[in-house]
């Protein structure tokens, strides 16, 4: 974000390197994820465009960014699986925050609703595992993992309750497996 003017930039290291416009906006980006190829940004806006997800190709210079989810809904933050196939999301398309999962490829539009119970729309986003198995959530109260099915399908395997969030208001996930809590 610019001083003045709003947009996506590339920074190299170091106090003296200029900043690199690659993408001028007119709605403030929120939730900025990369895919683990580092080619593509996730991006949401909340303002003209309210709660739409894009996906802008930073190995495309000049290239306009694709919306991912544009509906009248409200949909947030797309994670990208550790493999680059998924994004979860939040969206409030059924009348409250679920956690949804879709092709991270933007020619295919099947889309997977993980949760049935409701999860906040601004507070945590859903974490995937490192392995990519098992995909993260607060629900209510508690951190849920959703265990991912194999094959080339998306698919929710069972989900079970982890433990109670109530202490904390955010989290990740470590590489070992275990959960960074926020308190």
Not at 59 to 66: A, E, F, L, N
Not at 104 to 117: C, G, K, P, S
Not at 124 to 151: K, Q
């Amino acid at each position: 974000l610019s001083a003045t003017r709003l947009g996506i930039y590339r920074v190299a290291p170091g106090a003296s390197a200029p900043h690199e416009e690659l993408l001028r906006l007119t709605d403030p980006p929120s939730s900025a994820r990369l895919s683990p190829d580092g080619r593509t940004l996730y991006y949401n806006t909340f303002i003209g465009a309210a709660g739409d997800l894009f996906a802008y190709a930073l190995d495309r210079p000049g290239s306009q960014p694709r919306t991912i989810v544009g509906t009248p809904a409200i949909e947030r933050y797309a994670v990208p699986s550790p493999d680059g196939r998924w994004l979860a999301y939040i969206s409030d398309e059924s009348g409250q925050g679920e956690i949804v999962v879709r092709s991270a490829d933007l020619e295919r539009t099947e889309r997977w609703q993980v949760t049935r119970t409701g999860v906040s729309l601004v507070a945590n986003p859903p974490r995937w595992s490192r392995d990519g198995r098992e995909l993260f959530y607060v629900s209510r109260d508690s951190l849920v993992a959703a265990r991912v099915a194999p094959g080339d399908a998306f698919a929710i395997a069972g989900q079970r309750t982890l433990f109670s969030m109530t202490p904390y208001t955010g989290f990740d996930v470590l590489p070992g497996g275990g959960f960074l809590m926020i308190r």
